[in-house]
């Protein structure tokens, strides 16, 4: 049961990959640009947690659907595949708006270019 969580995140992250290749949001749309975002948006919110638990406004809650492991105090290993889902899901969705708001262009095929 301490893997459920974990599972769980790994099962969406699979789902804004597959909608991301459906429909050429993000990695599909530009892999480069795309990894540098998600990097850099799980880098940005790492540090902002470590500031949060440094600081004592974060902390890690114990639940059975947790794995126990922690890359760094306070900071469990579940944590860093959520905000790599966090990032993935807001790239997905902007790009989804912006196509939907005919703010960026698409090829023949529907991918933005």
């Given amino acids: 049961m301490g893997i459920l969580y974990l599972t769980a995140l790994t099962i969406a992250l699979t789902g804004m990959v597959v909608l991301d290749r459906r429909f050429g949001l993000f990695f599909w749309a530009d892999a480069r640009r ?4 998600l990097a850099a948006g799980v880098v940005f919110f790492l540090v902002w947690d470590v500031l949060g638990i440094g600081l004592g406004i974060f902390y890690r809650g114990e639940t059975s659907f947790m794995t126990g492991l922690v890359i760094a105090p306070e900071l469990p290993i579940e944590e860093v595949f959520f905000l790599a889902l966090l990032c993935y899901l807001t790239m997905n969705a902007y790009a989804a708006a912006g196509r939907m708001l005919g703010r960026m262009p698409t090829d023949r095929r529907g991918v933005a270019s």
């Fill in 34 to 37: 795309a990894a540098v975002v």
